[in-house]
């Protein structure tokens, strides 16, 4: 889930920057330092959208820059148990399709998929199903629920979010569309 938060954090302005606009020169910073990076409590901060408030200037022995105590609004992806994320197949392999769900990919187990059976088809860099005509490849649109979340901030690329789509209403979202027509029918017929 993408969140608006405020936050708070003292951030270093380098010798070079001093002298021009205080504002303009800490947002930069903050960006430099923050967006892309991974908190075990907050999770991705995607952007530094805005600053509320900037604290005096502490210089500290033997380091010319200057640091602010700065109050400030970031737009946070913050993935959760349970919660039903909708994104884009961007690889598939013999084990699971890997889905990006926004600031991340979660990965999606082929046991994980469908209560069909599916097997990899490496020609094509499809999962296909062994009993009917369903299939999940890059590109392809998926609604899922997260089952398992492990952060690694220290590592983000070790970050894994495990994902299902095996419950009604979750599925690739053209499979969902097909019920959802099938049960029109049989209810108009």
Excluded: C
């Excluded at 021009?20 to 947002?27: A, E, F, I, L």
């Excluded at 899922?144 to 590592?155: D, G, H, T």
Aim: proline share 2%.
């Amino acid at each position: 889930m993408y969140k608006k938060m405020k936050l708070s954090d003292t951030i270093r302005v380098a010798p070079d920057l001093l002298g021009g606009d205080v504002q303009v020169n800490v947002k930069n910073a903050l960006r430099e330092k923050l967006e892309g990076r991974l908190d075990k409590q907050l999770g991705a901060i995607v952007a530094v959208t805005g600053i509320e408030s900037v604290g005096e200037g502490h210089i500290l022995v033997g380091d010319g820059a200057v640091y602010y105590d700065v109050d400030f609004y970031a737009i946070v992806f913050s993935p959760m148990i349970q919660e039903v994320v909708e994104g884009e197949v961007v690889e598939t392999v013999d084990f699971g399709a890997f889905v990006s769900i926004g600031a991340m990919d979660g990965l999606l187990h082929v046991s994980q998929i469908t209560d069909d059976f599916m097997s990899y088809d490496g020609k094509n860099g499809r999962l296909m199903s062994k009993t009917g005509p369903r299939s999940l490849g890059e590109g392809d649109k998926v609604r899922a629920r997260i089952v398992a979340l492990s952060i690694n901030e220290r590592e983000p690329r070790e970050s894994k979010i495990g994902l299902t789509m095996r419950q009604s209403a979750l599925g690739k979202l053209e499979w969902l569309e097909e019920e959802r027509m099938k049960s029109n029918v049989q209810e108009e017929g």
